[in-house]
C-alpha cells in the first residue's frame, strides 16, 4: 500500500529538515566570523534556521495528527 511510501518520505523530509536546519546554522556562524555581524547575514541566516524548526515541527504535529506517525512516549519504571 501507501503506508512503506508515505513512512520514506516522511523520513527523508525529516532528514532533510535537519540537514537545512544545521546548514542554516553553520551559514551563520561563518558569516559571523567572516563579517564580523557587522551585516544582516548573521541575523537572516538565524532567522531561516528558526523557520526551518517551526516547519519541521508542523510537520511531525500534523504527521502524528494524520496518523501518518504515532508519539510512543518515554518508556517510564513503575516499580518503584
Known amino acids: 500500500g501507501t503506508r512503506p511510501f508515505l513512512e520514506l ?8 529538515g535537519f ?8 551559514s551563520a ?3 559571523l566570523v567572516r563579517d ?4 544582516r547575514n548573521v541575523a537572516r541566516a538565524l532567522t531561516f534556521r528558526v523557520g526551518f ?3 519541521l515541527f508542523a ?3 500534523f504527521a502524528n495528527w494524520m496518523g501518518w506517525i504515532s508519539s510512543t512516549g518515554l518508556p517510564v519504571n513503575r516499580s518503584g
Open 36 to 39: 564580523k555581524g557587522g551585516t
Open 9 to 16: 518520505v516522511l523520513k527523508w523530509l525529516v532528514l532533510l
Open 29 to 31: 556562524m561563518v558569516f
Open 19 to 26: 540537514i537545512l536546519i544545521v546548514a542554516s546554522l553553520a
Open 59 to 61: 510537520l511531525l504535529l
Open 53 to 55: 524548526s517551526i516547519a
